[in-house]
């Protein structure tokens, strides 16, 4: 057991004009499985590049362990797998890599096949697999559930519960909760560690927040008494002091002592008021707020917007489910499930009229509007203003979402292709809750999403109750808004 020391940490991008830590100091033990969450642009991923000597910094990093990083570089991925194994995990013997590779329920003749003909799946088992082989190392994994079904979620989230010394940023509140034992949170004016999942870290930083608000509150209403109670004795204090001239003989000495006294009181209460006034600064610094989205939904003239009856998917000629018989009708939000190449997302491209083989009978209502969030974020370039210009989407409601979902103003002036994975999907995110359809097509929408904004899209989707289809692996964001689910 050792620890990893962070002091005074300051750093910057070159081209930045802010910082992205200031003066930031922890310490984390090497034996922990320490979750890793915050905001998105927050600095999670820069902070494991510091950690991994990448970038120059004020400040120290102590440590007495190796680091490694998921994802792992693959420079020639149509090597075999087994021989990036060895690439990874020098020291390391083939068994031990089938063991790992064995409680992530994958079969070792993947090992001698081209790294490229795996799926996104078995490519992230096979690789941490391969992480973990590396004895006394800590492991920097950042986001491995995004190419992830449910089921493989559940795996890689057991496997990493056995493991420990590493530390996991990852946005899947079932995820986190089922293998880590600390978190590590980037706040908004600071960092924070704490013992426990993430829902026991939510609940307490919840409750201290509530607790903030109360206090200030409380302090706000005594700092307008204090102020009104300093300008009456300062008022006091002067007319007092006043009476001393024009009213005839009187004891000065006495007057002046009695106004003094007064403006002592007044000096007294004003201390009073500027001590609450810095013990309510100290409140509320971080405090997430989640403000209230927008949906506009359309109704449709008939009930029923889609129906599919004994649709086969295929691909290079190969069926890749099972004959699909389901009907979409007005406030269904139907999710689509099973393991990652059975077809989910070639089915909603098949919707939105994307040239896909089929079997089968498929009957899209006509005139049906249909708003899509794809998958794939590559495509987004240029600024905020040319992109909703491109859409036909009302630029300052755009970018007012943008806004509610925790953009900060200076990622407006910034090309799309320079934002973090979680920002880019808010950018498609943030179309289509700008535009009008009877239907909502979303594909993976949250890969990369902070928990603050999912569960900001959460409440959106209950409170406007779209008719959707989607793909989403989150199992909480899932639950919490599907009507049903239908398995490929």
Not at 49 to 57: A, C, D, H, V
Not at 197 to 216: G, I, T
Not at 330 to 350: H, I, P, W
Request: glycine letters at 6%; hydrophobic letters at 40%.
């Amino acid at each position: 057991m050792s620890m990893i020391k962070i002091e005074h940490l300051t750093f910057s991008y070159p081209a930045s004009y802010h910082n992205i830590f200031e003066d930031v100091t922890f310490q984390i033990d090497t034996d922990w499985k320490l979750g890793f969450v915050g905001r998105n642009g927050r600095g999670k991923t820069t902070l494991l590049n510091l950690l991994l000597g990448k970038y120059e910094y004020s400040g120290k990093i102590l440590s007495s362990v190796q680091f490694d990083y998921f994802p792992y570089p693959v420079a020639d991925r149509a090597k075999p797998a087994n021989k990036i194994f060895f690439e990874i995990a020098p020291e390391a013997e083939e068994w031990e890599l089938v063991r790992e590779l064995s409680y992530l329920d994958v079969d070792a003749g993947v090992l001698y096949r081209p790294f490229e003909t795996l799926s996104n799946g078995e490519q992230t088992k096979v690789l941490l697999a391969a992480l973990f082989c590396n004895k006394e190392h800590f492991l920097l994994i950042d986001e491995p559930t995004n190419h992830l079904d449910a089921k493989a979620r559940e795996l890689v989230s057991a496997y990493l519960k056995k493991k420990k010394g590493f530390i996991l940023v990852s946005h899947d509140r079932s995820f986190l909760d089922g293998c880590v034992d600390h978190i590590l949170s980037i706040n908004k004016a600071d960092i924070e560690v704490q013992k426990g999942n993430f829902s026991s870290w939510l609940a307490n930083f919840e409750q201290r927040q509530a607790s903030e608000v109360a206090q200030n509150e409380h302090l706000q209403k005594d700092i307008q008494h204090l102020q009104k109670a300093a300008k009456r004795s300062a008022a006091w204090s002067e007319r007092v002091e006043a009476s001393k001239y024009g009213n005839g003989p009187v004891d000065r000495g006495y007057v002046g002592h009695k106004a003094a006294k007064m403006m002592k009181r007044s000096k007294s209460v004003e201390a009073r008021q500027e001590r609450a006034i810095a013990q309510k600064a100290g409140l509320l610094k971080n405090v997430e707020t989640a403000e209230t989205l927008k949906l506009f939904p359309m109704p449709y003239h008939t009930d029923t917007l889609i129906s599919f009856s004994d649709v086969v998917l295929y691909y290079d000629g190969n069926a890749v489910c099972k004959p699909l018989s389901f009907t979409i009708k007005q406030g269904d939000r139907v999710a689509l499930d099973g393991k990652n190449g059975s077809g989910k997302s070639s089915l909603l491209k098949l919707l939105t009229g994307e040239k896909i083989e089929y079997t089968g009978t498929l009957q899209i209502g006509s005139g049906l509007v249909i708003s899509y969030v794809p998958q794939d974020t590559s495509h987004l370039k240029r600024t905020l203003s040319e992109f909703s210009e491109k859409h036909q989407i009302d630029e300052s409601l755009f970018k007012a979402i943008l806004r509610k979902m925790g953009f900060e103003r200076i990622q407006f002036e910034k090309d799309v292709q320079e934002f973090s994975g979680g920002q880019k999907k808010k950018v498609l995110i943030a179309k289509s809750l700008c535009q009008k359809a009877h239907l909502y097509v979303w594909d993976e929408p949250l890969n990369f999403i902070d928990i603050y904004s999912r569960m900001q899209i959460e409440q959106l989707i209950k409170d406007f109750a779209p008719t959707m289809i989607f793909v989403e692996h989150d199992k909480a964001f899932r639950n919490a808004i599907g009507t049903h689910t239908i398995a490929l």
